[in-house]
């Protein structure tokens, strides 16, 4: 067994004094060194970065996904040349973003769409978030409104539509010549100047002219597609049926072929007001005799150019007639109109029509309380009014139950009786 070596006794002054620690390791020169100090504080501060970046996103992601305070669908317009701060403004005025825009904008930043926020009139729906308000001014797809040319309108009276019309911006720089504008229902955004629904119009109107001509019965006696839309216009003028469309333009087809004159009222019309469309009385009996390129009771075939914007079934009516020997027609009472093939038959149904005027007349008017005392015969008057003026204008030819019915007498001895009678 060893032993234990003798512990030499201290000094009772040595036992006193403190005991001698060691010296703490020196640092190492590598963790002293500077580099190593400033990686470390990066670590750190990259550390913190990534968690805060990281809970931005989760609550930015929140926030730009969140349903919007939208009650219901509402449309909204940006206007041109808006900035960030304009746009925020109107969305928070306007309902689709809360009060905070700063929001807005900083999801327009963090979603890179700066660059590509479009102005225009937008539709955003209920409860839109974010998000949804961002694609939809990034996707540029505005409001489109619906906006309804009727047939039978002239140039005049479609830019007097447009004018009147406060989607559309500026000015058209030229009347379009008449004929040339296909009414039709078209969609256009808001902004959209009068001149590029017009070139629209112009473009429509050629293409499905392009598609009739070719489809056309090459027996119509018509030579250029002009001379289709002329005759075209006669016929929506005449009629408001779409059902009779095709039997109107057989009546004046068969009068071309035979060497007839058309002698239709809306051609007198048109020669007398131009444009404008609606004369606003009863053709006087001076007028039916009055020289114009237009009128077609003094000219031969078809009037120099189109007295109106003809829609495509009229067209299709031109060009593709009902196979019939008609050569007349007049109104039956209801609305509509008799054809007939010979000039006997036609004023039967004339003496028809004047018998329902006549019934329809005494049914309306109410007698007076005391007879009245009997009128002096007046002197013919060469100006006044025929009895069978058209009504002027596409509406009022849809009303043709009361409109008296134009005589033969009332044509000059060489014309042939008359193609339709009102």
Known sequence: MSERPPISPKSPRAALEPEQVPPPPR????????????????????????IGAGGIY????????APGPLKEDKIVNIPQRAGMGDIGDILQR??????????????????????????????????????????????????????????GLTSEQILT????????????????????LLP??????????????????????????????ERRNPDVPVKTPEQLVTLASIVEKETGKPDERSRVAAVYVNRLRQKMKLQSDPTI?????????????????SEITQPSPYNTYVVDGLPPGPIANPGRASLEAAANPARTRD????????GGHSFTETYDQHQKNVVKLRALERQIQNDTVEPPDEPAPAAAPAAPDANAAAPAAAAPGKPQKRARTAAPARQGAAQPPAAAPPASQE
């Open 269 to 285: 019309i048109y020669g007398l007001v131009g444009g404008k469309g609606t004369l606003g009385r009863p053709i006087k009996r």
């Open 94 to 151: 306007e309902g689709v973003i809360d009060n905070n825009r700063w929001a807005f904008i900083g999801s327009v930043f963090a979603l890179k769409a700066r660059a590509d926020m479009k102005p225009g009139e937008y539709s955003f729906q209920k409860s839109a978030s974010l998000r949804d308000v961002i694609a939809t001014i990034v996707e540029g797809k505005v409001v489109q409104h619906a906006v309804t040319i009727p047939e």
């Open 184 to 213: 039709e229902t078209y969609k256009f955004p808001r902004g959209t100047t009068r001149e590029a629904v017009i070139v629209r119009m112009q473009q429509a109107q050629k293409r499905v002219l392009a598609e009739i001509w």
């Open 27 to 50: 640092r190492s020169e590598r963790a002293r060194n500077p580099i190593v100090v400033v990686g470390n504080a990066i670590i750190t501060i990259l550390l913190v970065a990534m």
């Open 327 to 334: 050569l007349f027609f007049v109104a039956d009472g209801s």
């Open 161 to 180: 539509r447009l004018s009147e019309n406060e989607i559309f911006a500026g000015n058209v720089r030229e009347m379009p010549r008449e004929g040339t």
């Open 58 to 65: 989760v609550y930015g992601k929140q926030k730009i996904e």
